[in-house]
C-alpha cells in the first residue's frame, strides 16, 4: 500500500479551468508535503461541503498519512496514484480540487 509515488504529479500550482465530466463526484489531490497541507487546511470546509473524496498521490510512510487523516477529519483518504488521472485531465501538479465542471487550487 505505502509508498504511494506519482510519477507524473509533483506540489505546485494549477491554473483553475473549466472541465465537462458528468457525474463526477468531487474529489481532490493531496501529498504529503507542506504545500499539500496548508491547502488541505484552507480548503477542508468546503471539502466537506463538498463531500470530495481524498486521493493522496504522494505519500511515503505510514506516519505521513496518518498526518494526512489528522488534518482531514471528516474526510475519506485514500493512497493511491494519481498519474492517470493527472494524464486524462492535462495536469502535472497538486493541491488540486477536482468537480465535475472545474479543476481548481
Known amino acids: 500500500m505505502l509508498p504511494v509515488v506519482s510519477w ?24 504529503d508535503d507542506s504545500l499539500s497541507k496548508s491547502w488541505l487546511r484552507l480548503w477542508r470546509d468546503k471539502l466537506r461541503r463538498l463531500n470530495a473524496l481524498g486521493l493522496v498521490v504522494n505519500v511515503a510512510s505510514p506516519e505521513g498519512l496518518l498526518e494526512l487523516r489528522q488534518l482531514a477529519v471528516g474526510l475519506r483518504l485514500i493512497p493511491v496514484t494519481g498519474d492517470d488521472l493527472a494524464t486524462l485531465l492535462e ?8 468537480t465535475a465542471t472545474y479543476i481548481e487550487q
Open 91 to 98: 495536469f502535472s501538479h497538486y493541491p488540486v480540487l477536482v
Open 8 to 31: 507524473s504529479l509533483s506540489p505546485g500550482p494549477v491554473e483553475s479551468r473549466a472541465v465537462d465530466i458528468p457525474g463526477l463526484r468531487p474529489v481532490f489531490l493531496i501529498g
